[in-house]
């Protein structure tokens, strides 16, 4: 069915998917064109792969996690 898959590795998107498409590697954004999966383009400025927005941000959430759980540990080996 249209519009009912889980895009790239992401939440479910609906209908439409995303709306721009944004390189992690430099941040540059470019339109998102239905049907054409973000990943399939490459950015303009640096010649990386490109994601949908949400999986940008749900990337470096993921990454500020584990960072942070890295330090926290540290900090309780630190203190034991």
């Known amino acids: 069915m249209l519009g009912q898959g889980m895009g ?3 939440s479910p998107q609906g209908f439409g998917g995303v709306d721009c498409c944004e390189c992690p590697n430099c941040g540059t954004r470019s339109s998102h064109t239905r049907g ?3 990943s399939t383009q490459e950015c303009p400025n640096c010649g990386g792969s490109m994601m949908g927005a949400i999986d940008v941000v749900a ?3 993921l990454k500020l996690a584990k960072s942070l759980t ?3 540990g540290e900090l309780l080996a630190e203190n034991s």
């Open 70 to 72: 890295a330090e926290s």
């Open 8 to 10: 790239m590795g992401g």
């Open 36 to 38: 054409v999966p973000c």
């Open 59 to 61: 990337s470096r959430m």
